[in-house]
Nanobody, 127 residues
């Protein structure tokens, strides 16, 4: 059974930084894309960032481009989300997700392409 465990969330002032981590277990991590999604109160869950299985290809939502960086360490079965220049509108529960298909030729960016999800970690940015 695949398990994803997020950590690193918390409360930070606007302009600050946080680094989220997601540790994966239960299948060969390096074969699958990994993504980060978020859900703010009263809103639908939205795509934040994703990284292809081979570590070299990434995608970002326009709202976080230039501020957030996704990376992965296949040796540690871990994906990271470095969040800089945080804004109050970044406040949300952040979810790590693992793609359903292995060795994808592109970076998956939609929820239905991800089959495993973490429990979420709260990020709160104060103004």
């Amino acid at each position: 059974q695949v398990q994803l465990v997020e950590s690193g969330g918390g409360l930070v002032q606007a302009g600050g930084s946080l680094r989220l981590s997601c540790a994966a277990s239960g299948r060969t991590f390096s074969r699958y894309a990994m993504g980060w999604f978020r859900q703010a109160p009263g809103k639908e869950r939205e795509f934040v960032a994703a990284i292809r299985w081979n570590e070299g290809d990434t995608r970002y939502a326009d709202s976080v481009k230039g501020r957030f960086t996704i990376s992965r360490d296949n040796a540690k079965n871990t994906v990271y989300l470095q969040m800089n220049s945080l804004k109050p509108e970044d406040t949300a529960v952040y979810y790590c997700a693992a793609a359903a298909a292995s060795y994808s030729a592109y970076v998956q960016q939609t929820e239905y392409e991800y089959s495993y999800w973490g429990q979420g970690t709260q990020v709160t940015v104060s103004s």
